[in-house]
């Protein structure tokens, strides 16, 4: 067991919840139970967001986070090495003819969803697309399903990336640049966009600076501390963006307020392997057009069908 995986099952919120069963799941999610898990207003799509991820073994973490921590391996990732790597993309993208009249924003939310590595990471607006992600696949892999509420820094939680040329965090790796506690904040970066595959996710996308250890985080391990006496450990500071690479408060109990230190709260819940086939029959007789084909629009593979059909049509109409 890796360390997110100890991590998220340790944070996981099911117990509270008295989710046992996959019928248990269904009913909290539909029900929107998710409203009372904090001591402020909660609302899908307007200040919470959610993501599903087929293994619970994997990190709540951007694709781009990902591909920079496996070319420097045992080196841990910094804020600089990720703001090198997308001014190299961006560049490179412009260069091959992709993102004109794009701000880099615009281009970055157009890549993240084709497959290029970005530091954007992708969430739903409600929690029955997210539910697909964590049971489609890895069918014998328990998955998690997380519940992200950005905090954005005081001034608003919400980056409008089709509005400026420049990134708004660019010049900001030391945290004094244009975007506020640029380091420690994550951000919603809604999209206007029109690609399919977006609306049919119900997909936003959450952003923000890489997550490291500030002063009044910890991110508890609450197993086997490492001096073997059974108290407890906290993350390794270095494995602490493998576990998020945004700076989330996974939170077991109701508070208040959120916590400012962190730049979001989130909660997880456990999705066993063993209720992936069940809910996926549940989502299906919920809303019969999440399915992989609508999810993942083959609009390239589709072209000649489409033409086809038009002919087709021509044919039918002179008939008559």
Not at 13 to 38: F, H, P, Q, V
Not at 206 to 216: N, P, T
Request: charged residues 25%; proline residues 5%; aromatic residues 10%.
């Amino acid at each position: 067991m890796n360390v997110s995986e100890s991590f998220f099952r340790e944070r996981s919120i099911n117990n509270k919840c008295e989710i046992e069963s996959a019928e248990d799941l269904w009913k909290w999610l539909t029900e929107s139970r998710y409203c009372g898990l904090a001591g402020w207003r909660l609302d899908s799509g307007q200040n919470l967001f959610f993501r599903g991820q087929a293994s619970i073994g994997f990190g709540l973490t951007s694709s781009l986070y990902r591909q920079c921590r496996s070319f420097r391996r045992e080196k841990r990732v910094k804020e600089e090495d990720l703001g090198r790597a997308e001014s190299a993309i961006i560049s490179e993208m412009r260069r091959q003819g992709i993102g004109r009249r794009m701000t880099d924003g615009q281009l970055l939310m157009v890549l993240q969803h084709h497959g290029i590595p970005t530091r954007l990471l992708d969430v739903c607006g409600s929690p029955f697309e997210s539910l697909f992600f964590a049971t489609n696949e890895l069918h014998r892999r328990d998955g998690c399903l997380f519940l992200i509420y950005p905090h954005g820094d005081r001034e608003g939680n919400t980056l409008k990336l089709w509005g400026n040329e420049a990134l708004p965090w660019v010049d900001s790796f030391g945290g004094g640049g244009p975007v506020p506690q640029w380091t420690s904040a994550v951000y919603l970066a809604p999209h206007k966009s029109l690609d399919p595959r977006m609306h049919a996710q119900n997909g936003q996308f959450l952003v923000g600076g890489l997550s490291r250890v500030y002063s009044g985080q910890k991110m508890r391990l609450l197993g086997v501390s490492p001096d073997q006496s059974g108290g407890e450990s906290r993350v390794p500071v270095e494995l602490v963006p493998d576990v998020s690479s945004l700076n989330l408060n996974f939170l077991k109990i109701q508070t208040r307020e959120p916590n400012f230190r962190w730049g979001g709260t989130a909660w997880v819940l456990v999705v066993k392997a063993e209720w992936k086939e069940d809910l996926m029959e549940k989502l299906q007789c919920h809303d019969p057009e999440i399915s992989p084909d609508t999810m993942y629009p083959p609009l390239g593979e589709v072209s000649r069908l489409a033409r086809f059909v038009v002919d087709r049509e021509l044919v039918s109409n002179e008939k008559n």
